[in-house]
């Protein structure tokens, strides 16, 4: 019924940047939140950034000053820019939403399929 689809996942240079992208699509009424997880290989997945209907934001202290999340909501899609990225933000990047359905009462919680994201040194 949805599908978040994640893109813009590189290999890049500490230094870097990249953009990624999170179209999500489907019978959706309502988007309540979007957020980026990470996960690294052995560790937990951790929230990066998440930005709520209104467009308020928040970021995991080590991301603060580098990423920016935004959303478009016009056309159901988040962005998280990241900037002076280093080689401890490799992971793999999942897009995660609240949405509520057409015709549903309550929201429910979805996922991309992740995008790999490799910085080296």
């Known amino acids: 019924q949805v599908q978040l689809v994640e893109s813009g996942g590189d290999l890049v240079q500490a230094g870097g940047s990249l953009r990624l992208s999170c179209a999500a699509s489907?019978?959706?009424?309502?988007?309540?939140?979007f957020g980026w997880y990470r996960q690294a290989p052995g560790n937990q997945r951790e929230l990066v950034a998440a930005?709520?209907?209104?467009?308020?934001?928040k970021y995991a202290d080590s991301v603060k000053g580098r990423f920016t999340i935004s959303r478009d909501s016009a056309n159901n899609t988040m962005y998280l820019q990241m900037n002076s990225l280093k080689p401890e933000d490799t992971a793999v990047y999942y897009c995660?939403?609240?949405?509520?359905?057409?015709?549903?009462?309550?929201?429910?919680?979805?996922w991309g399929q992740g995008t790999q994201v490799t910085v080296s040194s």
């Open positions: 489907g019978r959706i009424s309502v988007i309540n939140a």
């Open positions: 930005i709520d209907s209104d467009g308020s934001t």
């Open positions: 995660n939403a609240e949405i509520r359905l057409h015709y549903a009462v309550v929201a429910g919680d979805y």
